[in-house]
């Protein structure tokens, strides 16, 4: 299984960004995807994650500005991001689950892990 993260970059704060999170070897479909970020100096922190249902789920900080959404038909899983601030700038990781359901945002619940795409957002 592997993921390949992309779409990040550098950008103004105020900006928006929208991430990729490709499968190959694994329908993200039949389980949960998610998203998880670390800034500097940081430990790695949940952002959203969607099940295999469809359903959401999203940190409080980022909640408002940030939409997880699923391309059943490309295997993608993306994470728009808007109104992006500087506390925004992190290595952001999309993660699969072993599970379908479970919308917990505990990463340990994660068994496989992209690379990491960079964000900066610039003030």
């Known amino acids: 299984v592997q993921l390949q993260a992309s779409g990040g970059g550098l950008v103004q704060a105020g900006g928006s960004l929208r991430l990729s999170c490709l499968a190959s070897?694994?329908?993200?479909?039949?389980?949960?995807t998610g998203w998880f970020r670390q800034g500097p100096g940081k430990e790695r922190e949940f952002v959203a994650l969607?099940?295999?249902?469809?359903?959401?789920n999203y940190a409080d900080s980022v909640k408002g500005r940030v939409t997880i959404s699923r391309d059943n038909a490309k295997n993608t899983v993306y994470l728009q991001v808007n109104s992006l601030k500087p506390e925004d700038t992190a290595v952001y990781f999309c993660?699969?689950?072993?599970?379908?359901?479970?919308?917990?945002?505990?990463?340990?619940?994660?068994?496989?892990w992209g690379q990491g795409t960079q964000v900066t957002v610039s003030s």
């Open positions: 969607i099940t295999a249902g469809g359903r959401t």
């Open positions: 070897g694994r329908t993200l479909g039949d389980y949960v």
């Open positions: 993660a699969a689950s072993v599970y379908s359901f479970d919308s917990s945002p505990d990463q340990h619940r994660y068994r496989y």
